[in-house]
């Protein structure tokens, strides 16, 4: 795990890019849907709360339609993507001798502070997505390849949101 | 295009099917953690303008992407109507991207990108996939009480062609020209805010930008199928079908599947105004002639089990109205057998006597002469269950090759 001295430098962002929009394209290509990461992790999340509530995704209409009664929230495509993408970070994490239990931060602050705001920013960036119907993976990504109007305005907001407040934050991070 | 999307679930099984998504995962993973997304900090340095990887991966993903869905669309080797295109809710959509926006400047993460930062053993990002979990579960809980807002705007299907009316090839070329420009602009920035000098880009770097340019204009030139092309793709294998009669639905077949709570049926009447004012089916959607085509997008969107069944005096509208929506690969369409004139043949035998008789009519003209406009007022519009004569010859095959209903965010 301490190979950090040894790890490899990241790729050239527009060379990953590039790979990125190849994966991207078979992705439609041999699917017709797109990429996406939100989705996974709700389908997880529902399933977890069916163990142990089953009631109250009968309660809940946004939840029925997942989990109502039968139903398997985990039979979806889009579950198997996420665990995918996972071991894809792993792998590319080893070859890359990028493995490091590591907090990323700016000096400024501890590493609880960031903890904390990681979890705030998710959990803000979790409910953002499922309110957009989408995530910057299946909205602006993938809806932005495929044209879609409300994916271009989403990806928009998100630029606009992050950098109105950036100022405010830069002790987080510089 | 007959092949696509591929048929996974037939090649594979349902859950083999699966394996070939996290295929496809992987490679999204291993994209994702190698451009650097796994560093939270690295990620933030966007909104400082220090370092700008995010705009340019993205961006980067989004016209190599874009520029090859369309390459192949105007090839014929992938139908557009049939690639999953998020429908439009314009407010909830901007709304929730400001949202991310801000949580992604005190996260550090987005949710694709918390999941590499996670598998590399980055503490911030388990933080942050906690703080996902909790957003989302929240969201649940919560939506019930927006649940008017969370449907507001909602446009559909509606690109950027359709909004700027122009072609899709034209839309695709100044997008890659402009985020090329784009690009230099970044680099430019970057060396400014780092007060260095601009940093020499590789050399495959202007011979791939000018391929990329090549092919947008490629797309330009040779355009997206017109209707005719689409048409021609399947035009012989549908003339084949009706030739056989293989898609037109007896009146019988079509009122069990009204009865069945496993299909939703839904009829196109496709007829002019004033004939439908006169009569129609209980439940029928008015869709004249020439509107059919418009429609088609909207029908796309309709669950796996519709099956969709058109509807004209005789059948030659409802003929027309079946190539229109066979070319736009709606799938599960079907013509109602000797349309209106033969079901009230069948069915409204007491009520609309001799006298009501149209002699000497043209071919798709209504064979019975209505008092008033009875619309679906008229006995024969439900028939009873007893006058069901369940004998008929089945015709309809559930197809379940169709649009994705979902995206990735599903």
């Not at chain 1, 060379?15 to 017709?32: Q, S």
Request: glycine share 10%; aromatic share 12%; hydrophobic share 45%.
């Amino acid at each position: 795990m301490n190979q950090v001295s040894r790890a490899r430098p990241y790729l050239n962002p527009y060379l990953a890019g590039t790979l990125l929009g190849i994966v991207l394209f078979l992705a439609f290509f041999i699917t017709g849907s797109g990429l996406g990461a939100s989705g996974g992790l709700n389908r997880l999340l529902v399933y977890v709360q069916n163990a142990v509530n089953p009631e109250h995704i009968d309660q809940v209409a946004y939840l029925l339609k997942m989990a109502g009664g039968n139903s398997n929230p985990l039979d979806s495509w889009i579950v198997f993507l996420t665990i995918g993408t996972v071991f894809g970070g792993l792998i590319s994490g080893l070859l890359g001798r990028r493995m490091k239990f590591e907090t990323n931060k700016g000096p400024q602050i501890s590493n609880g502070t960031r903890w904390f705001l990681a979890f705030i920013g998710g959990a803000l960036m979790g409910y953002g997505a499922r309110l957009a119907r989408g995530c910057t993976s299946g909205q602006a990504l993938s809806g932005g390849a495929v044209l879609s109007v409300g994916s271009w305005a989403f990806m928009f907001a998100v630029f606009a949101g992050a950098y109105a407040l950036a100022y405010f934050f830069r002790k987080c991070w510089n | 295009m007959a092949n696509f999307p591929l048929p996974l679930a037939d090649l594979f099984g349902h859950w083999g099917s699966y394996v070939v998504y996290a295929v496809i995962g992987i490679a999204f993973g291993m994209t994702l953690e190698s451009a650097g997304f796994g560093n939270s900090k690295l990620l933030a340095a966007q909104f400082y303008f220090k370092d700008m990887r995010v705009f340019k991966v993205m961006f980067t993903a989004i016209i190599v992407a874009m520029t090859l869905i369309f390459l192949s669309s105007a090839l014929g080797l992938l139908d557009y109507n049939l690639i999953w295109v998020p429908p439009t809710y314009l407010w909830p959509g901007i709304v929730g991207g400001l949202i991310m926006g801000v949580g992604f400047i005190i996260g550090g993460f987005c949710p694709g990108t918390s999941l590499v930062g996670l598998a590399t053993g980055k503490l911030d990002a388990f933080a942050f996939v906690f703080g996902v979990l909790f957003g989302i579960y929240m969201f649940g809980e919560t939506v019930g009480s927006f649940a008017t807002f969370f449907d507001s705007s909602f446009m559909g299907r509606f690109t950027l062609p359709e909004l700027f009316n122009t072609s899709y090839g034209l839309i695709v070329f100044v997008i890659v020209v402009a985020a090329l420009m784009i690009f230099v602009l970044a680099e430019k920035v970057e060396a400014m805010v780092n007060d260095r000098p601009q940093q020499k880009l590789p050399g495959w770097s202007k011979p791939a930008a000018g391929a990329l340019v090549a092919l947008a204009a490629v797309v330009l030139v040779i355009g997206q199928p017109s209707s005719e092309d689409r048409w021609q793709v399947v035009a012989d294998e549908s003339l084949a079908r009706l030739d056989e009669r293989a898609v037109q639905i007896s009146s019988a077949e079509f009122l069990k599947y009204r009865d069945d709570t496993k299909i939703k049926i839904i009829p196109l009447d496709v007829r002019e105004e004033r004939y439908y004012n006169q009569f129609h089916l209980r439940g029928a959607v008015h869709v004249p002639l020439d509107q059919v085509q418009a429609k088609a997008k909207e029908l796309q969107f309709e669950p796996a089990n519709t099956v969709f069944v058109t509807i004209s005096n005789d059948e030659t509208a409802a003929t027309e109205a079946w190539k229109i929506l066979r070319a736009e690969s709606v799938p599960n369409i079907y013509i109602l057998e000797g349309g209106i004139n033969g079901w009230l043949k069948s069915y409204a035998g007491d009520s609309l006597g001799e006298e009501n008789r149209v002699y000497n009519r043209q071919e798709d003209q209504l064979a019975y002469k209505f008092k008033s406009a009875t619309g679906s007022r008229h006995p024969a519009a439900e028939p009873s269950p007893d006058h069901l004569d369940l004998d008929y010859e089945p015709k309809v095959i559930l197809e379940l090759k169709r649009a994705p209903t979902s995206g990735g965010c599903g």
